[in-house]
């Protein structure tokens, strides 16, 4: 059974930075996309980054330039790094990835996903 947590997140000062990290029980990362999408309570799940496995990557609009993902198959982590970061980007934010033991599919940024974490919160005060 594949486990997906997220770690790093905390409070920020706008214009402040923060690493997350998605640790994987398996290593997916080789084998399928991973991705990061964050939720805030009322609104929508907005797609953040993904990570194929070629290494190329794709950024949610209200991240580019500002967020880089990345992973290390061999660690079974993938990371997003987050600089200059704004009160909007206060979110729950999430991993996730693919397994073909589980079931339905959902879609972001590019990649299909049926596992996620826990989430890690972020908060970015102005």
């Known amino acids: 059974q594949v486990q997906l947590v997220e770690s790093g997140g905390g409070s920020v000062q706008a214009g402040g930075s923060l690493r997350l990290s998605c640790a994987a029980s398996?290593?997916?990362?080789?084998?399928?996309?991973m991705t990061w999408f964050r939720q805030v309570p009322g609104k929508e799940r907005e797609g953040v980054a993904t990570i194929f496995t070629s290494g190329n990557t794709r950024y949610g609009d209200s991240v580019k330039g500002r967020f880089t993902v990345s992973k290390d198959n061999a660690k079974k982590e993938m990371y997003l790094q987050m600089n200059d970061l704004k009160s909007e980007d206060t979110a729950l934010y999430y991993c996730?990835?693919?397994?073909?033991?589980?079931?339905?599919?959902?879609?972001?940024?590019?990649?299909?996903?049926?596992?996620w974490g826990q989430g890690t919160q972020v908060t970015v005060s102005s």
């Open positions: 996730a990835g693919y397994s073909p033991s589980y079931g339905d599919r959902q879609y972001n940024l590019g990649c299909n996903f049926n596992i």
């Open positions: 398996e290593d997916i990362g080789s084998r399928y996309c």
